[in-house]
């Protein structure tokens, strides 16, 4: 599959050596998700065969950067999506603020390839899809103080105790977001489970550099940006809660 016009750039020699991770390091990292393929549709496979091409980021080379201005075309503020699930709310967001890009990143290829069907059938063109690792892309191919705005919603609970290493926020997760936000930028996380939500809370509040936006130690109501799942909107009647955490990188 092809690459869109545009796409990655070549990283410094002098920067790529800290890039680069050791075969050690990367048995020691342990994964916060399980790829859990299911089948997918007649429909998504022909997005995923036929959109990719137009709306698809390939996993750049190892030592090259991802080049944002060149991938939509344009400059303008960037708001990065991890784990997306079947991206309809990433869609929705997307096509209610047109002056903004959005890059998406899934690990399911069924999810990614829905999120291309909903983007051909709004005629979107402010909005990119990965299909990969998430820590990885981050960690070698964009570059600091590059996105305005990270959100992860509904992330994996793993909620059984000996599982909860393999929770996606961690604090070296959280310090290798805060490095790739701009100054001023946002990092806005949500779940449905209480534990989670306050492991969340407990690791925010303890890293360096983030300013919490509903002031120390609170949860903050949901933004009208963040649309309301389907998911959502079952477990609001059924009495289940939803946190959102909200944090202002310092700087700018």
Known sequence: MSQPEGGPTTVPPEQ??????????????????????????????????????????????????????????????LTLEIGFGNGDSLASMAAAESARNFLGIEVHRPGVGHLLQRIEALGLTNL???????????ERHVHPASIDTIQIFFPDPWPKKRHHKRRLVQPAFVNLLGERLRPGGRLH?????????????????????FENEAGAGQFSPRPSSRPLTKFEQRGGR???GVWDLLYRREGA
């Open 16 to 77: 790529e050596a800290d890039q680069a991770s050791t075969p050690q390091a990367k048995r020691r990292r342990v994964r916060s998700f399980v790829r859990r393929e299911g089948r997918l549709t007649t429909g998504q496979a022909r997005a995923l065969e036929e959109l990719w091409p137009r709306y698809g980021v390939d996993m750049p080379a190892k030592g090259q950067w991802l080049d944002f201005h060149a991938l939509f075309g344009r400059t303008a503020p």
């Open 238 to 240: 059924l009495g289940h």
């Open 128 to 138: 990119r899809v990965m299909c990969g690792d998430a820590v990885e892309i981050l």
């Open 189 to 209: 996380l949500a779940t449905d489970w209480e534990n989670y939500a306050l492991q969340m809370l407990e690791v925010m509040e303890a890293a360096p550099g």
